[in-house]
Structures are given as C-alpha cells and as structure tokens.
T-cell receptor
C-alpha cells in the first residue's frame, strides 16, 4: 500500500521569505502523480501543484515549485515570496497512474503553515 | 462550471438520527469520491464511484454508513444511526477518467451531539 509522510506538523515563515515543506512517499509503482493541496481556514481543498512521475522537470506554478526526487521518493514544496494568504494546511498526495488504486488519492497528515507579518 | 457542490455546509444532529450528505460532481467527471477528515486520522477515503458504480467501499467504517450514486450528477452519503464519533468534515470530490487531479467540494461539517 502507498503511504505519504509529512514530517513537519507545523512550519512558520516570515512574509516575503521562502519556505520548503517536506513530503516523502512509498510506492512500488513507477508511474504516478504527486500533488500538493492547500486547505485554508475556509476548509476548501485547493490544488496547488501537480507532478507526473515520468517528468524529470520539476513543476512550477508562479511562486510555488517542487523538488521531485524520484529515487529518494521525495516531493517537497517551495513557496517563494510568502504572502499572508499562503497561511493554510498543506497536504501532499499521491495517486497511481494505473491499476486498481489509480483513482484514489492518498494523503499525508498535513503541514500547518503560518505566515508572520 | 460551479465546481463540486456539497450540501449542507454544516449539519448538527442528535445521536441516533439519520444524516444525509449530498454531492453534485463536476459535469463530465467519471469518478466521485467521499472523504472524511478528522484531526486524529486526517483525510480518509470512504468510498469511490466510477460511472455511478461503487468501486471500492473498503473505507466505509461501519454498516451505519452507506453511499449511493443514482445518476452522474448526484451522490449521497448516509449515516444511520449517527454517533458522536462520526463528527467530522466530509468531502466529496470528483475527477476525470483520464485526469489526475481530484476537485473537492467545500465539505460538510457534521456535528453529532
């Protein structure tokens, strides 16, 4: 079974600074997707960024980028120029590309990010 | 598209009562998921449907929980009878057959007293 581990329950960052959230996962699959979701206090789950495992290039979305290390099964999220609106719970998630479990998302426990003005 | 729509947003009920949560997925999405979120257990997949057919309900905690998807645009999650330990946020999500992302509704916060 796939597992996703986020080892940092809480993180904080100064406004305008950069922060990196960690995520590791365990899978025997070679093709899969990885995601970061953001959950602000409104509790809406918002997709921040996704990465296909077959792509070597790290995904970026404006101030958000990932460091995907397939061999190490590591998938960290970097937030640059942090803004107050970035304060939220961040969840790392995994989804297999094919097979019986390919349409399930497996989530980590989350990292609560605080942004200090 | 309005996204995934869930109702109600908040539900407070007494122990023993029946609770029904509702979900309208994004039009054209073939997969629908029900998740439960608690502080202790995080996000747990309860059940998912493909083309209105339940595929995996191994996450449904007990027989008190049941889910249906009578058509492509509507699903329900029912708890009968409800218990205080069912208090949680319940999310519905949908995704395309060949897509990767799941899009979430705003969730229903259920409180059983």
């Amino acid at each position: 079974a796939q597992t996703v581990t986020q080892s940092q329950p809480e993180m904080s960052v100064q406004e305008a600074e950069t922060v990196t959230l960690s995520c590791t996962y365990d899978t025997s699959e070679s093709d899969y997707y990885l995601f970061w979701y953001k959950q602000p206090p409104s509790r809406q789950m918002i997709l921040v960024i996704r990465q296909e495992a077959y792509k070597q290039q790290n995904a970026t979305e404006n101030r958000f980028s990932v460091n995907f290390q397939k061999a190490a099964k590591s998938f960290s999220l970097k937030i640059s120029d942090s803004q107050l609106g970035d304060a939220a719970m961040y969840f790392c998630a995994y989804r297999a590309y094919s097979g019986a479990g390919s349409y399930q998302l497996t989530f980590g426990k989350g990292t609560k990010l605080s942004v200090i003005p | 598209d309005a996204g995934v729509i869930q109702s109600p947003r908040h539900e407070v009920t007494e122990m023993g009562q029946e609770v029904t949560l509702r979900c309208k997925p994004i039009s054209g999405h073939d997969y629908l998921f029900w998740y439960r979120q608690t502080m202790m257990r995080g996000l747990e997949l309860l059940i998912y449907f493909n083309n209105n057919v339940p595929i995996d309900d191994s996450g449904m905690p007990e027989d008190r929980f049941s889910a249906k998807m009578p058509n492509a645009s509507f699903s329900t999650l029912k708890i009968q009878p409800s218990e205080p330990r069912d208090s949680a946020v319940y999310f519905c999500a949908s995704s395309l057959r060949r897509g990767a992302e799941a899009f979430f509704g705003q969730g229903t916060r259920l409180t059983v007293v």
